[in-house]
């Protein structure tokens, strides 16, 4: 069964187990006593932005979308590797 989380007025949190067919919008919180509305969100999306969604979020796209890399880690890169040595770009402006 799904969870989800409840906020009172004075800012508690709370989570109650419901079936879909039977969620009621509102509760009693359990901490103050006073009445607590569902928030709209989906508790488990709480995590988002956390390091652990992070590091679920990159290992699932690793797993379709491999980063590519042009060199092996640790190897230095080629000595001029990257800069023209055409002398018309010498006179290019420089950004
Ligand atoms: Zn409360």
Redesign the pocket.
Known sequence: MPTYTYG???S?RFDEVHTMSSVPDASA?P??G?P?RRRPAAPHLSAAGSSTYGLIDAATKSAHEPQVVSSLPGTPRRPGAGVTRNPLHAKLPRH
Do not use: K, T
Request: net charge negative; proline share 0%; with cysteine.
């Open positions: 009172c007025d004075n508690h919180c901490d103050c006073g607590a």
